[in-house]
């Protein structure tokens, strides 16, 4: 459930970045019945905090979390 998400995956400058939820927020709409829900959240691995829609996040799973871990731990360091 997306309210409950501590990491989530979030598109930021034309590609998915993991990130980690610091807020959530509700902002009325033009149709008084809906609100658009934002997420203000810290991109990991370079420290930005933004505010993203709701809808345009994926929960992050802890299965994807070690696979990124596990991939970034492989790599090899530039020379």
């Given at each position: 459930m997306m309210a409950d998400a501590k990491y989530v995956l979030c598109r930021w400058e034309k590609r998915l970045w993991p990130a980690k939820v610091l807020a959530r927020t509700a902002t009325s709409t033009?149709?008084?019945r809906r609100k658009e829900y934002f997420l203000?959240?810290?991109?990991?691995?370079?420290?930005?905090k933004i505010k993203v829609k709701s809808t345009e996040v994926e929960i992050l799973e802890k299965s994807q979390i070690?696979?990124?871990a596990s991939s970034l731990g492989n790599a090899n360091p530039l020379s």
């Open positions: 033009k149709n008084k203000a959240v810290q991109i990991l691995s370079l420290e930005e070690e696979a990124i």
